[in-house]
Structures are given as structure tokens and as C-alpha cells.
């Protein structure tokens, strides 16, 4: 099956400041990769999705950007704000019998710092 | 509508109890997921509905028992849990198609049940 790997597991940026998460994936077959934002006591959020067919997606401030041969993704937000700090995961998917498959990265604590 | 509800927010239970998890959604969607998160932990995904039938059990106890009644609802009826069950249920919807459509269709999440098993 899919297995995501994601880096760093913690992140501190000064607010204004860029912030750069990365994911490798093992299955060539996956074809989406979403990346969702978890803020405490809260379901994730989709904040940005890529599909296999586009390198790079810009959505204001965050952007993601995918290597397809090296089988890895990254999200990049740029000018950092103070509720930017939550858990951002990344996630790959693959076809199923039915629904859609998603496999989560680790996970990554971003902190922004005033 | 763009929201995915579950309820109740938070459930404590003992260990012979039984209760249910609950989801809604009037996206028009016609997948439907449950999954389980543990702190500090991704989301970990144990059943999926398509067009409200069982289309994928990722090897989860029987103690857990899914339900789809309807294209809007779905439940987790809970019985004989274990302490080591607490989690955040997450329950999440996405639209449902055919071949590489199905791939990409975005999944949307409730904001998940607090459950304690005492």
C-alpha cells in the first residue's frame, strides 16, 4: 500500500517569514495530493489540493508544488501570520473499489511566532 | 451546504455500553467515511461508503459497526470498547464518480467526536 513521509515534524517560523513542509510518497500510482490544516479541537481542513497532471498550485499565500519523478510534494506558505499555527498534513491518494483512499503523512506543527 | 455535522461532540462511555456516532451531510455527496485519530497522530481511515454501501473496512474489531441508512447519514454504533478506543472519530464526504473522477474528488471533514472509554 501507500505510504506518505513527511518533514519536519515541528516548524517555528517569525510571523512573516516563509514556511516550507515536504512529503514523499511510495506509490507511483497516486494521482491527488491534498494538503489539509488541523487547528486544536478541530476536523481537518483542505487548504490546497494537486493533481498529477499540474507541477505546481498557487491559492494566495500557499502554493504546492509536485515532482512526480522523485515522488514528493511540498507546501510552501509565504508572509506567515500568527493563525497559520496549526497541524498541516499532507495526504496521497490512490483508486479503490469505491470512495477515495486517502493516506496522511505524520504531520507537521507549525508555529508562527510574533 | 457545505458542511459535514457530527454529533455528539463529546461521548464518554464505559466499557459495556453501547452507543452510536452520528454524520450528516447535504453536499449531495455519495462517498462517506469514518476514520480515527489519535493525539498527535494523522488520520487513520477505518470504513468507507459508496452509494451507501460498504466499500472498504480497513481490518477494524467488529466492536465497531458502520451503518449508511441514507445518502446523507452515517453512523458508528459502538459496543464493548476497549480505553485504548479513545480517540477523535472523524467522520468526512466527498463526491462519488467513476475511474481517475473518483481520484480527485476533494474529501470534506466533520469536526469530529471526542470519545472516552472509561
Redesign the interface.
Known amino acids: 500500500g501507500e505510504n506518505v513521509e513527511q518533514h519536519p515534524s515541528t516548524l517555528s517560523v517569525q510571523e512573516g517569514d516563509s514556511a516550507v513542509i515536504k512529503c514523499t510518497y511510495s506509490d507511483s500510482a497516486s494521482?491527488?495530493f491534498?494538503w489539509?490544516k488541523q487547528e486544536l479541537?478541530?476536523?481537518?481542513?483542505?487548504i490546497i489540493?494537486i493533481?498529477s497532471n499540474v507541477g505546481e498550485k498557487k491559492d494566495q499565500r500557499i502554493a504546492v508544488t509536485l515532482n512526480k519523478t522523485a515522488k514528493h510534494f511540498s507546501l510552501h506558505i509565504t508572509e506567515t501570520q500568527p493563525e497559520d499555527s496549526a497541524v498541516y498534513?499532507c495526504a496521497a491518494?490512490?483508486?479503490?473499489?469505491?470512495?477515495?483512499?486517502?493516506t496522511?503523512?505524520?504531520?507537521t506543527q507549525l508555529k508562527v511566532e510574533l | 451546504d457545505t458542511e459535514v455535522t457530527q454529533t455528539p461532540k463529546h461521548l464518554v462511555m464505559g466499557m459495556t455500553n453501547k452507543k452510536s456516532l452520528k454524520c450528516e451531510q447535504h453536499m449531495g455527496h455519495r462517498a462517506m467515511y469514518w476514520y480515527k485519530q489519535k493525539a498527535k497522530k494523522p488520520p487513520e481511515l477505518m470504513f468507507v461508503y459508496s452509494y451507501e454501501k460498504l466499500s472498504i473496512n480497513e481490518s477494524v474489531p467488529s466492536r465497531f459497526s458502520p451503518e449508511c441508512p441514507n445518502s446523507s447519514l452515517l453512523n458508528l454504533h459502538l459496543h464493548a470498547l476497549q480505553p485504548e478506543d479513545s480517540a477523535l472519530y472523524l467522520c468526512a464526504s466527498s463526491q462519488e464518480g467513476s475511474g481517475r473522477r473518483r481520484l480527485y474528488n476533494e474529501q470534506f471533514f466533520g469536526p469530529g467526536t471526542r470519545l472516552t472509554v472509561l
Open positions: 494521482n491527488y491534498p489539509y479541537g478541530k476536523g481537518p481542513q483542505l489540493d493533481r498534513f491518494s490512490g483508486l479503490t473499489g469505491g470512495g477515495n483512499k486517502l496522511f503523512g505524520t504531520g
